[in-house]
């Protein structure tokens, strides 16, 4: 990839599972968008990922599968760095570093450490507790300005810009301090079919709390026409509607509709009929790309090789960070 001009944009998807239609909506769909106006560089988290037990085969198979999904939804690998985590060491790397500049307190009060601690009783491990100075150093690596993320990532970026800030001050100016990208309105945090209080999540243990961008027509249309709505008959945005205004978030994010749109499109029909809207409006939008990663799957070649290239790309840009951090920090580099 050419070095421009342009600023830098960081993001990350964990190869934790099947991608849900809450991942798209949230980021992956603003990662492709983004792409003319910055360089982007993505990744796939498998380093996150093991923050929480994986069955190896099915983190390789999932990690694989991201990486086809990003190409599949529009991500040019002509214009981004596309790579896998863990095959660029640096990240582990400044992630030592920025631990001597993280206090346990910060760390400990985070809330989806706090959620997967609860979730994983039986395993809550270092790993776990460090995931956020992890995501803080693949994004200070990049001097990355904007992170496109959904709503639940808030809390992560605010400690990205803290441990940045904490780090020039001690050090001199080192990094640059990233905005976070958060799409507007309910697009930000997509809820659960299941409980429409809690976050569309790909580790629900309950399948049909979430689509996946894998699930076939037939699934897609079961598990809208299935999702948990409230009480009445109105298809209208409301605080008193947690479901049918998840339902219409999720619609206007396939179809291009504001709420008020569908709101109005729906005005004297029942929540059955919207349901099977949004249903077929999602298998719709997603069938391209299901075909898409299915042709690219079938060329494990391509793939590696774009994998590859971007791991080549990717660590260049890394290493020119992690050695000014070293000799900021100290560490006798024999000069
Ligand atoms: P898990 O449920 O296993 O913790 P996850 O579904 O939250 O995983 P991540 O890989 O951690 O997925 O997140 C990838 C991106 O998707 C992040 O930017 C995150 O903010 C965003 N995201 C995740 N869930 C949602 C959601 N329900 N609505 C909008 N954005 C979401
Ligand atoms: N933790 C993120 C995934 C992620 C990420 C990042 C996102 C890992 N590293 C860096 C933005 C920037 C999540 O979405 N749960």
Redesign the pocket.
């Known amino acids: 990839m050419p070095e421009t001009e342009k600023k830098k944009l960081f ?4 190869p ?2 099947a ?2 239609v ?2 798209y ?4 769909k603003n990662f492709a968008a983004l792409q003319g106006e910055y360089d982007c560089i993505y990744a796939v ?1 498998d380093l ?1 990922a093991i923050t ?1 037990r994986q069955e190896p085969a099915a983190l390789r198979r999932n990690t694989l599968e991201l990486m086809a999904l990003f190409l599949a939804c529009g991500i040019d690998p002509q214009k981004c760095i596309l790579f896998v985590q863990s095959h660029v060491p640096a990240h582990c790397e400044l992630t030592w570093v920025l631990n001597t500049v993280t206090y346990p307190g910060e760390l400990s009060r985070m809330t ?1 450490f706090k959620d ?1 601690s609860a979730k994983h009783a039986d395993n809550v491990n270092m790993g776990l507790m460090d995931y956020p100075v992890l995501m803080v150093a693949d994004i200070l690596l990049y001097q990355a300005a904007l992170v ?6 808030k809390q992560h970026l605010e400690l990205t810009r803290d441990l940045a800030v904490r780090f020039n001050n001690r050090y001199g100016e080192t990094f640059t301090v990233p905005d976070a990208y958060i ?1 507007s309105g309910s ?6 079919l299941a409980d429409p209080t809690r ?6 243990e309950n399948p049909n709390a979430y689509i996946t961008m894998s699930d076939d027509r037939d699934t897609i249309i079961r598990k809208c026409k299935r999702a948990v709505t409230d009480s009445g008959s109105e298809v209208r945005v409301s605080e008193e509607k947690p479901g049918i205004s998840n339902l219409i978030a999720i619609y206007g994010a396939f179809t291009g509709k504001t709420a008020a749109e569908t709101e109005r499109e729906f005005e004297g029909k029942g929540y059955g009929d919207f349901k099977i809207a949004v249903g077929e409006a999602v298998a719709d939008a997603l069938a391209p790309v299901q075909a898409e990663k299915a042709r690219l799957l079938k060329d494990k070649a391509y793939l590696n090789e774009i994998m590859r290239q971007g791991a080549e790309n990717a660590a260049r840009l890394a290493r020119r960070t992690l050695s000014k951090v070293y000799r900021k920090v100290g560490f006798y580099r024999g000069e």
């Open positions: 993001s990350a998807v964990q934790s599972g991608v849900t809450g991942n909506i949230g980021a992956i988290a996150h929480v989806q997967k496109p993320v959904g709503a639940d990532q799409p697009g930000a945090k997509i809820m659960s976050k569309m999540s790909k580790s629900d």
